[in-house]
Structure formats: C-alpha cells, structure tokens
C-alpha cells in the first residue's frame, strides 16, 4: 500500500488518541510493528500562533518515520498555514479531522461537524493540499446521523480537493463510540474512491482488521483504543500475551516516557497507561492497585520492575 510516495510494509496503523498517541506510545507501537502511527489532534490554531504547547506536539524521532500528524480546525486559511508550518518538519503525512464526535470540537464546527458542510470540507482540504508537498489524508465517519450517511460522497469529495487517502470510521456522529461499526458503510467507500481506504472501528486483534479488509476491500485498518496497553497488537497476534511479555513491553514504554519527557510531570498519565497493560489478566486488579497507589514515577518503575 501506498500513500502518495509512502510505502506501507504493515496494514495495520496506530489512529490518532487524544491523550495516548504522544511520541512515546508511537515510537513502542512502530517498535511493534505498526506500519505508521497517526499523532494526537494538534490544532491548526495553535500551530499557526505557533503556541508552545502546541510546537511540543511536533516532537518525533527518526526510527518512527514514516509519521503522520493530524490538525483540527474549520478555518480554511487557518488550516493551509498550519500545514506550511508543519511542512517544515519531519513529518511525512499531513492528517485531516474530520470525524472526532467530541463536544468541545463540535461546537467549534471541527471534527466530524464537517461532514454537514461539505463545500467547507472541501475548501479546506484543498487549502492544506495547496500549502504543503506532502500528502494528505482525511478522517472521517460514516455521516452526522444514521439519516445522514454520506461518506461515500463525502470521501469522492475529499478526494477531488487533494486527499491522498481517506480513513473511514465507520460510526456516526450521533453513535459515538458505542454500538457496532458498520463495514457496509466502507465497502461502499471503497468503491467510491480510487485512492487507499483506511478502515477504522472496534479492530481489536489482526484477525478483526484481516476480517475487515476482506469483506470490505479496504486497503489497511486503524487501531484506536484497542492499542493502549497493547502495542504488540500490530505484529503477531497474542490473543492472551503472559505477564512476563507485558511487562517487557510495559518497561520499554516507560523508558520512552523518560527518554522524551519529565517523567514526573506525565505520572498521572504513565499511571492510567501502565494500568492497562494489565486488563482482563488474572491478578490485573491487584497490580493495577499496586500501580494507582504509587507516587512518583521513580515508584512507579521500582513497583514494576518488582513484578519481574
């Protein structure tokens, strides 16, 4: 597969977590065997005031290349310059949001809110598409409400203006992330479309996505929440990984986290991150008790290393 002049080894793609995908999480997952990782939502607002925060999200490293980084905004204007400025680093995707159904980015009309203004979706794709050498893909879902499925149209539209891939979600607006994703909804993208189709939806092992991509002809799928304390989701398939291989992959995200960051300044995010590596796991509740009850992340390091 290819996205413009990427080369994909592996179908199997990190999506962009807000609070999750930082370079840390990225950079174990591609370790793993994620064919790229998408970033967090980085606004295009914040990108162009080039506000510190925000130039903080742009941290990458080269063995996580190729890398694709994700804005938000409703601003055509707005968005273009943001992609000239992230151009400017080593980025080798630029991601377009137009399928997060939260609140805070609803209100704003970003998010999945664009795909009720297609002519403004349109504009700005071709803003960023026009403002940047990279390729370009686009998030979406499947419609505002199951009365308005319209990503078909929507992801022809998107392809017209510049998008170089599309990645489809196959839920609503209005579902959420509840109730079951819809592949009719890809199959029918992915006739709609010439450019690669990314499927995205509940993936929660290899058989699911090679699932997917059959019935629906979608040429790689994307892995969410079912990642976060389960890097190794990308290569092989451990349907029930031991204790020991958790906390292998649980010690090299920590030593990410250290590497790129000040650790104790992310302990209440390392906490909720390593408490899942123990999920559905006979003795998880305890460890993950063990875990929440420390304070520092000098404590949390010794408490895992501990365990073996």
């Known amino acids: 597969m290819h996205i413009g002049t990427i080369h994909l080894k592996n179908p199997f793609i990190l999506a962009p977590l807000a609070g999750f995908s930082d370079i840390a999480f990225r950079m174990l997952c591609r370790e793993y065997g994620a064919g790229f990782c998408v ?23 080269p063995d996580e290349r190729p890398i694709s980084m994700q804005l938000f905004g409703n601003d055509p204007e707005i968005m273009g310059e943001a992609a000239a400025i992230l151009s400017e680093y080593p980025v080798d995707i630029i ?16 998010g ?10 349109g504009q700005i794709i071709r803003k960023v598409a026009d403002n940047t050498k990279l390729p370009v893909t686009v998030k979406i879902r499947s ?15 998107a392809q017209d203006h510049g998008a170089s891939a599309i990645t489809l979600h196959a839920r609503t607006w209005s579902d959420g992330f509840s109730g079951k994703p819809d592949w009719n909804v890809i199959a029918k993208v992915k006739k709609a479309i010439t450019v690669p189709l990314i499927g995205n939806g509940d993936i ?3 058989e699911d996505g090679q699932a997917m991509m059959k019935k629906t002809g979608c040429d790689a799928v994307m892995i969410g929440r079912a990642a976060i304390g389960a890097p ?6 451990y349907s029930s990984p031991s204790i020991p291989f958790r906390l292998k992959a649980l010690k090299r995200h920590l030593q990410l986290i250290e590497q790129f960051f000040t650790a104790e300044k992310v302990v209440a995010k390392c906490k909720n991150q390593a408490g899942r590596y123990f999920k559905g796991v006979h003795s998880g509740a305890s460890i993950r008790q063990k875990i929440y009850e420390t304070n520092t992340f000098a404590e949390l390091k010794e408490m895992i290393e501990s365990l073996g």
């Open 39 to 61: 970033s967090e939502m980085i606004s295009s607002h914040g990108l162009a005031y080039r506000q510190e925060k925000t130039i903080e999200m742009l941290q990458s490293h």
């Open 95 to 110: 991601d377009i949001n137009m399928g997060c159904p939260v609140k805070k980015v609803i209100k704003k009309g970003s």
């Open 112 to 121: 999945s809110a664009l795909m009720k203004t297609p002519v403004l979706a």
């Open 143 to 157: 419609g505002w409400t199951h009365q308005n499925i319209n990503a078909p149209e929507f992801a022809a539209m």
């Open 204 to 206: 929660t092992c290899r």
């Open 232 to 237: 190794w989701i990308f290569g092989e398939n």
